[in-house]
Each structure stands twice: as C-alpha cells, then as structure tokens.
C-alpha cells in the first residue's frame, strides 16, 4: 500500500493546521491529569487510540498487519521509540514548564539530522552544525532559566530533571520520525499508525503491569482528559503528522510541529497563569533558530 500521490497545497496546510492545533492541547490535558502517573497517562493514551483505529480497521475488513518484514520491523523500531517518546515526555510534564518541556520536545529536527549523518551516513551541510550549536545554547539557557546558576551547577533542580526528560523525549520522537518516514513510502496512513500505536501501547501496557502501576482509583475529570487526550492529540493531530510524511520531507514536518509550543505556551498562561521568563525566551528563540536552519537542509533525504 504505497502513500498516495502529492495532494493539493490547500489540502496539506488545513491537515497540518488542524495537527498542530490537536498537538497544542496535549500538554494541557497531560497536566489536567497530575493525579495520574506519567505511564499510565501514556498507556491511556496510546491504547484508547489503538482500540479505536483496531476497531475501524476491522470495520473496513482491513488487514493493516500483512506487510512486508521489513516494514514490520521498522513499525517495530517506530513503536518502540513512541513509547519511549512518551514515557519520558509525559515525565517531563511532570516537573518543569509547559513551554520549556514543549519546546524542548520539539528540538527532534536536530537528532534527525545528526541521526541522519551518523545512521542513515548522509552527508551534513553546515546547517547542521550551526543548528546543532545553537540547539545546544538554546537548550542551557533554558535550563538556567528553570533551574538558575545554582540548580543548573547542581544538576539537581526539579526544572533541569523535566528538562533532561523532555530532550530525551526529544531523542525518542527523532527515531519515530525517522522510521515513520521510511514506511509511509511504502504503506498508507491508517495502516501504519494502526500498527505503530498498537506495538506503542503494548510496550506500555506491560510496563505498567511490571512496575504494578495501578490503572484505577483516580479523579474521575482526570479518565476524562486522557480520553481527550487519546482523541484529539494522538488521534487527529499524530495522524495529520503522519500523513504528511508521507508527502513531506520529514524536516518540513518537523518544522510544522514548531506551532505545538506557541499554542502550548499560550493555553500554559490562560489555564495555570505559567509566564516565560527573558531568559527562557532567549532560549526558545535560539532553539526555533536551529530547527528552522537544521531542518531546512539537515534533513534526511525525502521519500
């Protein structure tokens, strides 16, 4: 099942608006449900998602797990790092800002150029160096930001740890990006996040049931905003960003994703009242700086 031919330009920003919109809410619901532990929320997500896509399929009389191996591998490897992704993103929500976790997380253009050079050996313009740097200063003056000249020497400031989760939130999203981007050449959209999301909320599912992680005995407003969070976030704005991969290069997606933290950030101040301070500005400018510059030549190759 090949991604299907290139789509009118109208057609990609109203998919891609209305992904970054659903995206935008995510940090909201996640902190709307601070009852909840950082894993569940993430099997509550992923797994509300499956079953509803499980049950659409079935409807259709489709039969998303017939693929080829190596395309099941690569599913294998992306629901893997969505798990992962998730896991210690939601963490981050957790213990730092909406708007320093949310523009940390978006940091993954950088990793998948620098993924791209090392894994995939395509070869690196000076964009990402450049982008790469600036990522770097970006991300400490954020950290100074939260944790201040004493937490960011003692690396023990509740900030810096939301921030540490988020960059590898950060990580994790690149590889799923990357694998994601390798299949949707080859299989349409449903398929793939049918099969992606399954494996993700497998993964987390066992782990909540290894760690003994309870699944009851929560707000009941806190089950309501992890549904939502499983509709609108993951349902709606993971597939607009799936789809487009399909007939994007993955840079520009990710360049897209760059509205996630402006809406975050602007729900953050009208919900809870979080302000961004210069320091955290500076950051979060220097970090769009470099995603901009990495992604608009240290992408990897398009589908």
Not at 51 to 64: E, N, R, S, V, Y
Not at 95 to 101: G, L, N, Q
Not at 242 to 258: N, S, Y
Not at 265 to 273: E, N, R, Y
Request: net charge positive.
């Amino acid at each position: 099942m090949a991604a299907s031919e290139s789509p009118g330009a109208m057609k990609t920003i109203v998919i891609l608006g209305a992904g970054i919109i659903a995206v935008s809410c995510a940090a909201i619901f996640i902190r709307l449900c601070n009852d909840v532990p950082s894993l569940v929320i993430a099997a509550f997500r992923l797994g509300i998602a499956s079953l509803a896509l499980l049950a659409f399929t079935a409807l259709k009389g489709d039969t998303p797990w017939r693929i080829a191996r190596r395309d099941m591998l690569l599913c294998l490897a992306a629901g893997i790092f969505l798990a992962l992704h998730f896991i210690t993103w939601i963490s981050s929500l957790k213990y730092t800002s909406v708007a320093s976790s949310v523009v940390i997380v978006t940091t993954n253009p950088v990793f998948v150029a620098v993924f791209s050079f090392f894994f995939l050996k395509e070869r690196q313009p000076a964009e990402l160096i450049s982008g790469a740097l600036l990522c770097v200063a970006g991300s400490s003056l954020i950290a100074l930001g939260d944790g201040g000249i004493a937490g960011f020497a003692a690396a023990g400031s509740r900030a810096l740890t939301g921030d540490a989760l988020a960059l590898a939130g950060a990580v994790a999203g690149s590889g799923y990006i990357i694998a994601g981007s390798r299949v949707r050449e080859r299989i349409d959209t449903v398929p793939f996040i049918t099969i992606v999301f399954t494996i993700a909320a497998v993964i987390l599912l066992a782990v909540c049931l290894a760690l003994g992680t309870p699944f009851g005995g929560y707000r009941p407003s806190s089950y309501f905003f992890m549904v939502l969070l499983a509709l609108v976030p993951q349902l709606i704005g993971h597939t607009a960003f799936m789809w487009a991969l399909g007939h994007l290069r993955a840079g520009m997606v990710a360049v897209t994703i760059l509205g996630e933290p402006v809406g975050a950030t602007i729900l953050a101040w009208f919900i809870f009242g979080e302000t961004v301070g210069a320091v955290q500005l500076a950051g979060m400018m220097l970090i769009f700086a470099a995603i901009v510059i990495t992604s608009r030549r240290g992408a990897k190759v398009p589908p």
